[in-house]
T-cell receptor, first 110, second 114 residues
Framework: QQPVQSPQAVILREGEDAVINCSSS?????VHWYRQKHGEAPVFLMI?????EQKGHDKISASFNEKKQQSSLYLTASQLSYSGTYFC???????????FGSGTQLTVLP | KAGVTQTPRYLIKTRGQQVTLSCSPI?????VSWYQQTPGQGLQFLFE???????NKGNFPGRFSGRQFSNSRSEMNVSTLELGDSALYLC?????????????FGPGTRLTVL
């Protein structure tokens, strides 16, 4: 089942903060975050595991609330290069199959 | 390490034809997944191969098939192309070693069906 991302789009000024949410109705094993710029492939940002471990980009942080099956990606002091579409991918159990949300389009203006 | 590579990068075909796309994973990665990305449907999972075996499959018709070779390289085949098959086809690989198993995407193959 596809995770739900919110908001669908956000526009902010350079230096502002943003939060992107990803929620699932099913119990998750892991959540993966990617950023995709127009015409390019998705780039890996973060992975969060059930149990609290996480690994990823050193300038982007994220959380995973296992009780709510919700993950949030925190973009602080955003830069122009942060513009793009952010996808969360969720994994249930050991299936090793990522199901992606519909994406959040982030635009950072100077 | 070199990243995931995909060939060709662009492809134009006509309805009814078939097409084969190729993916070379990151060295040491044994899992390869394929995705279809379209503006309307987003990123849709096609299938995943691990050690030459299809381990997971998405909800796509049988016209979409794949295989993986002993060197972990993978190919995806679409037979009897339809206009709706026009999309960006992405391949991604992951190592399966360790707890994290991050998945890395290739640049994609842009398929246009006329």
């Amino acid at each position: 089942q596809q995770p739900v991302q919110s908001p669908q789009a956000v526009i902010l000024r350079e230096g502002e903060d943003a939060v992107i949410n990803c929620s699932s109705s099913k119990a998750l094993y892991s959540v993966h975050w990617y950023r995709q710029k127009h015409g390019e492939a998705p780039v890996f940002l973060m992975i969060l595991l059930k149990g609290g471990e996480q690994k990823g980009h050193d300038k982007i942080s994220a959380s995973f609330n296992e009780k709510k099956q919700q993950s949030s990606l925190y973009l602080t002091a955003s830069q122009l290069s942060y513009s793009g579409t952010y996808f969360c991918g969720t994994e249930r159990g050991s299936a090793r199959q990522l199901t992606f949300g519909s994406g959040t389009q982030l635009t950072v203006l100077p | 390490k070199a990243g995931v590579t995909q060939t060709p990068r662009y492809l134009i075909k006509t309805r009814g034809q078939q097409v084969t796309l190729s993916c070379s994973p990151i060295s040491g990665h044994r899992s390869v997944s394929w995705y279809q990305q379209t503006p309307g449907q987003g990123l849709q999972f096609l299938f995943e191969y691990f050690s030459e075996t299809q381990r997971n499959k998405g909800n796509f018709p049988g016209r979409f098939s794949g295989r993986q070779f002993s060197n972990s390289r993978s190919e995806m085949n679409v037979s009897t192309l339809e206009l709706g098959d026009s999309a960006l086809y992405l391949c991604a690989s992951r190592s399966e070693a360790g707890a994290y198993n991050e998945q890395f995407f290739g640049p994609g193959t842009r398929l246009t069906v006329l």
